[in-house]
Each structure stands twice: as structure tokens, then as C-alpha cells.
């Protein structure tokens, strides 16, 4: 990797996986609890407004790059700066196991 690459992996993000609990009454809750802790490069990749159920809706596209690892999938979010991103998908955009993106939306999921 070179320095300038490393140079750009300067945010600290917290990958969330999805944990489902029985709350005191039976019902199943999901919870959500923190995995790893990750440099990460974050920028925006887009924003579009949504027209859904009668109400407008402003949708963020963004772009978290990890170095690999091979326990990261889309059940998972990413926590940045203390917002909740979706992972919308895990892509190894070079083949050469170096990086991982990870194509994100601004939290939809409740926790």
C-alpha cells in the first residue's frame, strides 16, 4: 500500500452487526451491537430526493473503504461520526484483496 493511499484511511468508523432479542414481553427486538472498529476512508458519493408514501425523502449514497476483511457483509452498518450508514454492498473493486468498499445509504434500519 502506499503512503498516499494509507494517508487517505484517517476516519475511525464502528461496524454494527444485527442482533435479535426477546424483549419482556416475547417480542423480538433487534438490537444492534458493535462488531469491529476500522480506519476507514468516508466521502459522499451522491444525494437524491425520494418521492415515497406521499412524503419526500433525501437519500445519501455514501462510500466507506476499509482495508480487507472477509467478515463484512450487507446485514451489517457502519457508524460515522455517530450516524448509522447501511451497507448496501461489499465490493473488492480491484480483485487484489487490498481494499474493501462498501456502498452505503444513510440509515434506514431502526436501532
Known amino acids: ?34 462488531f469491529k472498529s476500522l480506519w476507514a ?19 445519501k449514497s455514501t462510500r466507506v473503504r476499509i482495508r480487507f476483511r472477509d467478515d463484512i457483509d450487507e446485514s451489517m452498518r457502519v457508524i460515522f461520526r455517530g450516524k448509522p450508514y447501511d451497507i448496501q454492498s461489499v465490493l473488492d473493486v480491484s480483485g487484489d484483496r487490498k481494499f474493501l468498499e462498501l456502498m452505503c445509504a444513510e440509515g434506514r434500519r431502526d436501532g
Open 1 to 34: 500500500m502506499s503512503l498516499y493511499q494509507a494517508g487517505k484511511i484517517k476516519h475511525r468508523v464502528v461496524i454494527q452487526k444485527s442482533e435479535k432479542v426477546r424483549d419482556g414481553f416475547g417480542a423480538v427486538k433487534e438490537n444492534w451491537i458493535d
Open 41 to 59: 476512508e468516508v466521502y459522499d458519493r451522491s444525494g437524491i430526493q425520494v418521492f415515497a408514501t406521499n412524503q419526500i425523502k433525501n437519500e
